[in-house]
Structures are given as C-alpha cells and as structure tokens.
C-alpha cells in the first residue's frame, strides 16, 4: 500500500485484481486467503492478500463503496471463469 494513488474503485477493478492473484498473475508465493480489512491508525479499508503463516503479502487500498460492496467477492471468489 506504498502507493497512495493506486486505489481499486469500482468492483469490477476488484474482480480483476482477485482473478490475477487466483491465476498468479502477480508472481506471489504461497498465497493462502484473501480477505478485506481497515487500517488501524485511520479506518481506510483495503484488500489483503496472506501466506501460509497468515502474513500480509500484499495489500490495496479500496474505496468505501468497494469495501462495503465488495466483500461477498472477497469471500466467494470471482463467478467468471479463468
């Protein structure tokens, strides 16, 4: 989440980005769940991405649409197929 300008904002966005780490698009080693979550310090939502020992491997800012509007594809995968 280094990048401050890279913000899925729409759910289509979020579909994409759930499809590239399923197919390993993104190049990621052992990714194990995927889930969506706030920051601590200030509330923003994003998606995250775990390993196998449940460490963050890679995260991304979403708006507060997506993350209230998104969460049933978080958790039930992508419908389309690869």
Avoid: C
Avoid at 36 to 54: C, E, K, L
């Amino acid at each position: 989440m280094n990048n401050e300008h890279d913000v899925i904002d729409n759910l289509e966005e979020l579909e994409r980005f759930l499809l590239s780490i399923e197919n390993g698009g993104l190049g990621l080693k052992d990714v194990a769940g995927v889930g969506m979550a706030t920051n601590n310090t200030d509330g923003r939502p994003f998606v995250a991405v775990f390993d196998n020992s449940q460490k963050l491997i890679l995260a991304r800012w979403v708006t507060q649409d997506v993350y209230e509007n998104g969460k049933e594809l978080v958790r039930n995968g992508s419908q389309r197929k690869h």
